[in-house]
């Protein structure tokens, strides 16, 4: 009884004035009933033995000393925050507050449901936020930083953001008790290299995932927004009637991001490019290695493209641009064969291949001689036969050699 009525004191205390501080003495101890709720109105710091079966809720910032396993917590108010302590372990985590919340431990673990309903958590790369139990959507707060969930059946979703714009990413489909690490970051501009199917790569957001115990794959979702699909460091010119958003990966043994088979959901309308929600339609590999993942613009193929250049430079700046080759997307490839000549009419280069691997980006000329000499600038021939599964292009025409 008396544990009701001092958890009632303290409360109706905080009403009245909240900045007040709480120290308890390292010979004390505080219990918090299951049924009861502890409010801290000022700046908190528990020498003593806390015992908390309920929840507390803290206004202001709070110092758990030597305290670890400290039950459930909800931070409020308008106010700046600073979490302390050693090695914390919470059971459910509610952040609903203004502002931000600063975590100091180097380690915080949440067996329970973590909502960040309002503000920001934000973490250092040598800390971690662990989530064990479940997470809450649809709120706007998130964590600004790293995060790792211990992933059980069903899926579990990360509350990550950066720059005041909420990007979560949820995971679906994976074998239980498998970790996952999730670190959201504003990635350099100038290493966002796209394949030859991505206009360019916003430099907002990026999640770097890693699976640091075993080799694990998931379907991933993320909801993003905040994102600027104009302006890109290493963007390139694809003609399209349209374009719209899409999630791409990069992976360690690649150099080159791509795109992650997948649909827009819940009535996002990828042709916003600001935000939305993408779920994938595979698996992504996940392992030890950091998997890379952002948001891009692609253009939307309404029908077969087929695409000669009219001149190469195999020295030049531009990888795309050093082989003469044709280009073709909304359609399988399936047999090529191109000749080259000289204004002399000798045939300086021939390709040809059929069947179920043919791959445009493997073949090309390079502007070699079949001597094995760098052919001269100047104008060249070339004569195109590509069958497509539903189309066929023959073309003929000049091409410009420049070096």
Excluded: C
Excluded at 47 to 65: H, R
Excluded at 91 to 97: M, R
Aim: charged share 20%.
């Amino acid at each position: 009884m008396m544990r009701n009525l001092l958890t009632i004191f303290f409360t109706l205390a905080v009403l009245s004035a909240s900045s007040q501080t709480f120290n308890l003495g390292s010979d004390a101890g505080l219990f918090v009933g299951g049924d009861a709720s502890f409010y801290f109105g000022g700046n908190t710091t528990l020498n003593g033995k806390l015992n908390n079966q309920g929840q507390v809720t803290s206004f202001s910032d709070i110092n758990f000393v030597s305290n670890t396993d400290v039950g459930s917590i909800k931070f409020i108010g308008t106010a700046d925050q600073e979490l302390i302590g050693e090695e914390l372990i919470f059971f459910d985590f509610t952040v609903d507050k203004d502002g931000q919340l600063r975590v100091n431990p180097r380690k915080i673990t949440v067996n329970g449901t973590m909502s960040m309903a309002r503000g920001v958590i934000k973490t250092d790369a040598d800390q971690e936020v662990v989530i064990k139990g479940s997470t809450t959507s649809g709120g706007t707060g998130y964590i600004e930083g790293r995060a790792l969930g211990v992933l059980s059946n069903g899926e579990l979703t990360f509350p990550t953001g950066i720059n005041g714009f909420t990007n979560y990413i949820t995971f679906s489909g994976f074998d239980p008790n498998i970790t996952f690490e999730v670190r959201i970051l504003s990635p350099d501009g100038s290493t966002l290299n796209p394949d030859e199917d991505i206009v360019g790569i916003a430099d907002q957001v990026e999640w770097q995932v890693v699976s640091p115990e075993v080799p694990a794959s998931a379907f991933v979702s993320v909801d993003f927004s905040g994102i600027d699909l104009e302006n890109f460091q290493n963007g390139q010119q694809i003609r399209s009637e349209k374009y719209e958003a899409a999630l791409v990966m990069y992976t360690a043994d690649d150099t080159l991001y791509h795109s992650v088979p997948g649909v827009f959901v819940d009535g996002s309308d990828p042709q916003s490019e600001s935000f939305g929600r993408f779920e994938s339609t595979e698996r992504i590999p996940i392992s030890s290695e950091v998997t890379r993942l952002n948001i891009a613009l692609i253009p939307v193929i309404i029908r077969p493209q087929f695409f000669v250049p009219n001149s190469f430079a195999p020295n030049g700046e531009l990888d795309e641009n050093h082989l003469f080759r044709p280009f073709y997307s909304g359609d399988k490839v399936t047999s090529i064969y191109m000749r080259v000549f000289d204004s002399f009419n000798k045939e300086v280069y021939l390709f040809s291949q059929a069947g179920d691997d043919v791959d445009l980006s493997l073949m090309g000329w390079d502007g070699t001689m079949p001597s094995g000499v760098g052919a001269p600038n100047g104008v060249y021939y070339y004569t195109i036969q590509l069958q497509g599964e539903t189309e066929n292009h023959n073309q003929s025409g000049a091409v410009l050699l420049v070096k």
